[in-house]
């Protein structure tokens, strides 16, 4: 067997294979990282100097750049700021040279030649800009023409104008009247004056660094000096004509030749200012230190150039580094995938086969046999099967328990509703076949409720439990016998006539009438059986347990114990159907329905603190109906909502006017109906703003078995009416299947005990550790503890006891009318 030889474990198996691709990966990766340090710390110099002859070569830009514009600006508006200026600018730029050639020394590159050519050009420029500036300091070097101007333009000019105000003054020293001529001499005035601020103008252009060809104030010299010589021939035909005055005669001459002169001497002016000897300075600019700025603009763009070029030559140098480096990651990811490949080999071996071989193992049972699989490929393997042997087994034992929970009661393991479905189905389809005859009877418990109510819900179980085991002591081998539910049981009767049933009914009739011993305690019940025959009254499930219910009501309504279905019986136990008529009618006139009130009282106080509002309806025939058939009636009928609504705005309009002022809260019941009804909680807002009832003053009592029947929409519900402020109080609580930690979920503040439980704390100890468990754990979730039930004040004292809060009971007041309810209060408080 494998148990005694060693499995292979796949563990070590993946552990060697793994640690041998990491010793792989970790080599590659050490290879990687000097290969990529070696690479870098060769470089990382180089790039280093790149970047510092780049730094470099930007400020330096920006230093010629300065230096030039600085030039420029002395050429145009000398300021002695623009020589420190220049001057400091120089030396920063050959500081930077010096020191970029002090980081290059121990390095041999293609940047050595650009940078010492703009050391040589910078200090080259530097040495012209102080030449230029001192020879600047020379007005007659830096505009030559000036002598000129002033030799040859400013004799004339004096001499022209002194004979036109000759002239004109004359007029004024002989009193000689203002004549033709007199005005065509200050026109002429006004014509040279014209001139001569052109002139100035011109002289100022000229003296900027613009090499500006002809300005537009030379056209105007040119137009006001015809103008002049023209002003001059009217002037000399006068004189011709002997129509000067004498004073005027002399001077003309004069004008006439200062004019020729002037603009003989202008001309000669713009012929050397079109020779380029008007600046000397410009003229210095344009052939000493323009080229060597272009020099230098060369020289930094061979640098960057160089420079570019090198840091290429590093980023090939980078990038064949990569490569290499992708190269060797490549190789460390083809053995990752041969890894991967590997590993997937040996698992799909290992581990995926084995699996499918189970899978497959597991897939191949057929019916309620299972197979036992084995796989020893390995240890883990091995284990896996095991487990799933184990897991299958108790499966199975699950499933067959689940299988016979679903289709059997809890209680008395007979089977239930749903067996018992399936079984009638089966048992029509074989008399079908055979052509014979099946009867349904259907049996429901007589007074079993007062027992429930008087001994409590264990003794009830025990009694369901003892019928039951009689029941299936009653019955052939061939019937089934189930619990349908509550107090109700069914018997299929296969093979059977209709007399026969009844026969039958009557075994059973007997057998339940029978004393039931239980916890001292000598029960009689007795039982109502309907029967329906197939094919008789009917041939499908529905249509049969139908019948049978009919009949089983019929007997039950008239004590006849058992009861066959009749096609006549359908229009119904009458009395039944007049009741339902009776609701109908009660419900829509509210003449017989009635609110009655009974006190609940704070333990520590005394005092009431609350009433809880409960229907009556006092039939005119049958007298009181119970509460419990009133709403069972009303549920199958359809007139809940409408008593529901009925009950509600009279209790809580009764309470307004009585016992508002009074101090205590109003409790009213709801049914499993209520909570199915999305309406609900905007009915009871209406209600409470119509009478003006403060919400907190209103406790609504859910039954703990309402509640679990739907508990999501019971929770929904719930919570709107907790966000409404209505006070939530658990009813009847022990008598479902609900829990403590459940009912922490919901948004309740009461739990009412159920008064089957406090009927016997007194004389049961398990019972009265029930109610004492109930209570501390009632208040250490944080709720109120209402007990109800109390008839005797041995009972009260006991509860006093186990700190209850609250208790309701006929020791405190049986449920009275609003009047009589006054009364006694009033009495209780004095």
């Known amino acids: 067997m494998t148990k005694n030889r060693k499995l292979p474990s796949l563990r070590k198996r993946y552990i060697t294979l793994a640690s041998l691709v990491i010793t792989l990966l970790i080599a590659g990766a050490g290879i990687a990282s000097w290969y990529t340090n070696s690479i870098t710390s060769s470089n990382l ?23 030039s514009m600085t030039i420029n600006a002395m050429l145009i508006n000398p300021d002695i700021s623009h020589e420190v200026i220049i001057d400091e600018n120089m030396n920063k730029a050959l500081q930077l040279i010096t020191e970029l050639q002090l980081k290059l020394r121990s390095e041999t590159t293609t940047l050595e030649q650009p940078i ?119 002037l000399d035909k006068l004189k011709t004509n002997d129509e000067l005055e004498l004073h005027v005669e002399a001077y003309i001459q004069i004008m006439k030749d200062s004019s020729k002169e002037w603009e003989k001497q202008w001309k000669n002016m713009q012929k050397l200012r079109n020779n380029n000897a008007w600046r000397n300075d410009i003229i210095f600019l344009q052939k000493e230190i323009i080229p060597l700025q272009e020099s230098i603009n060369l020289s930094m763009e061979n640098l960057e150039n160089s420079s570019l070029n090198w840091s290429q030559k590093q980023i090939k140098n980078l990038s064949d580094a990569a490569n290499k480096i992708i190269s060797e990651l490549w190789l460390l990811t083809l053995l990752a995938i041969s890894f991967v490949f590997f590993a997937y080999l040996m698992v799909e071996k290992l581990v995926l086969q084995p699996i499918y071989r189970i899978t497959q193992s597991l897939t191949m049972k057929i019916g309620p046999y299972y ?4 796989d020893n490929s390995s240890k883990e393997i091995n284990a896996l099967t095991s487990a799933f042997n184990t897991m299958q087994t108790q499966i199975h034992q699950r499933q067959v328990a689940l299988e016979h929970q679903a289709m059997h009661d809890a209680l008395t393991n ?34 079993f409720k007062d027992v429930n109510d008087t001994l409590g819900h264990h003794i009830g179980d025990q009694l369901l439990k003892e019928a039951s085991v009689r029941l299936q002591d009653s019955i052939r081998s061939s019937d089934t016998v189930a619990r349908l539910g509550g107090d109700e049981f069914a018997i299929i009767a296969p093979q059977t006539s209709a007399n026969e049933a009844l026969e039958f009914s009557k075994k059973i009739i007997e057998t339940l009438s029978r004393v039931f011993k239980l916890e001292h305690n000598n029960i009689f019940v007795g039982v109502s059986i309907g029967i329906s025959m197939y094919p008789d009254n009917g041939t499908d499930n529905y249509t049969l347990i139908r019948h049978a219910d009919t009949a089983m009501y019929g007997a039950k309504y008239n004590n006849q114990g058992a009861l ?28 017989e329905l009635s609110i009655h009130y009974q006190p609940q009282i704070d333990l520590l106080t005394d005092k009431v603190i609350q009433v809880e509002a409960l229907l009556r309806w006092h039939h005119p025939t049958q007298g009181f109906i119970s509460a419990e058939e009133v709403i069972s009636l009303a549920e199958k009928t359809g007139v809940i909502q409408q008593l529901t609504i009925w009950v509600l705005n009279t209790a809580i309009e009764e309470f307004m006017r009585y016992l508002f002022e009074k101090g205590i809260n109003l409790s009213i019941n709801l049914s499993t109906w209520n909570l199915q009804d999305p309406d609900l909680p905007s009915t009871i807002k209406k209600l409470l703003s119509y009478h003006q009832m403060p919400s907190n003053r209103l406790t609504l009592e859910i039954t703990e078995t309402t509640m679990m029947n739907d508990p999501i929409r019971a929770r929904n519900v719930l919570n709107e009416l907790n966000e409404m402020g209505i006070i939530l109080s658990i009813d009847d609580y022990g008598t479902g299947f609900s829990s403590l930690s459940y009912l922490k979920l919901l948004p309740v503040h009461e739990l009412k005990i159920d008064k089957s439980f406090i009927f016997d704390m007194l004389d049961n100890e398990s019972v009265a550790i029930i109610v004492k468990s109930t209570i501390e754990l009632a208040h250490n979730l944080g709720y109120k503890i209402i007990a109800e039930g109390v008839e005797n004040k041995e009972t009260l004292l006991e509860l006093k006891t186990l700190n209850c809060d609250i208790i309701q009971g006929y020791y405190i007041s049986k449920p009275i009318s609003i009047d009589q309810f006054v009364i006694w209060l009033i009495k209780h408080n004095h």
Not at 140 to 162: E, G, M, Q
Not at 422 to 446: C, F, G, Y
Request: charge should be positive.
């Open 564 to 591: 066959l279905y009749l096609a006549s019986q359908d229009k119904n136990t009458p009395d039944k159907l007049s009741l339902v008529n009776d609701l109908h009618h009660a419900v829509e006139n509210k003449t």
């Open 116 to 234: 010492n050519d703009l050391y040589f050009f910078f200090s080259e420029l530097k040495k012209k800009t102080q030449i230029l500036t001192e020879k600047r300091k020379d007005s007659s070097w830096v505009y030559p023409a000036l002598p000129f101007i002033s030799s040859k333009l400013l004799t004339p000019n004096k001499n022209f104008i002194s004979s036109v105000e000759s002239s004109i003054y004359g007029y004024h020293i002989e009193d000689i009247p203002y004549d033709k001529t007199y005005h065509q001499l200050h026109e002429l005035r006004s014509l040279w004056q014209n001139k001569t601020l052109n002139f100035r103008a011109v002289i100022i252009r000229f003296a900027g660094l613009n090499n500006t060809k002809r300005t537009p104030q030379e056209d105007t010299i040119d137009k006001l000096q015809i103008k002049i010589d023209n002003s001059l021939k009217r």
């Open 371 to 374: 197979s036992h699989i084995e």
């Open 45 to 67: 110099t180089a790039l280093e100097l790149n970047k510092s002859v780049t730094a470099t070569a930007q400020r330096l830009h920006h230093t010629s750049s300065l230096i």
């Open 414 to 447: 007979l089977p239930n509703r749903i067996l018992f479905n399936d079984r009638l189905t089966q048992a029509i389809n074989m008399m079908h076949r055979s052509k014979e005859k099946l009867a349904v009877l259907l049996l429901d418990l007589d007074r």
